[in-house]
């Protein structure tokens, strides 16, 4: 297996891509090469243990995080009410 390389923008980016409950791990595949599992081994590299551990919590069986467990009507991958995220944290409004 070849490995790839992220930059740090690029890392932010998938983290804030992971956060985000519309983003597919599909599109995360598609835009940077990583797998579900990738992007987990990630989050749990590059987050707090306890960040992780809300995070999974969060995803772990979300419809909305996998294409083909998804609505046909569902055409979004981000909620209108998502917050902003940047520099892996999350900004309050």
Do not use: Y
């Not at 490995?3 to 923008?9: D, F, Y």
């Not at 956060?19 to 940077?32: G, H």
């Not at 909305?64 to 009507?73: F, I, N, Q, W, Y």
Request: charged share 40%; aromatic share 6%; glycine share 2%.
């Amino acid at each position: 297996m070849t490995e790839i390389i992220l930059s740090l923008t690029d890392i932010d980016r998938i983290i804030e891509m992971a956060w985000e409950d519309r983003t597919t791990f599909e599109a995360i595949e598609s835009q940077f090469g990583l797998k579900e599992k990738d992007v987990i081994a990630l989050m749990r590299k590059e987050m707090k243990h306890s960040s992780f551990k809300m995070w999974r919590k969060r995803t772990n069986g979300r419809v909305t995080k996998h294409e083909a467990l998804r609505s046909d009507d569902v055409t979004r991958f981000k909620c209108d009410l998502q917050r902003t995220i940047t520099h892996n944290k999350i900004s309050k409004r």
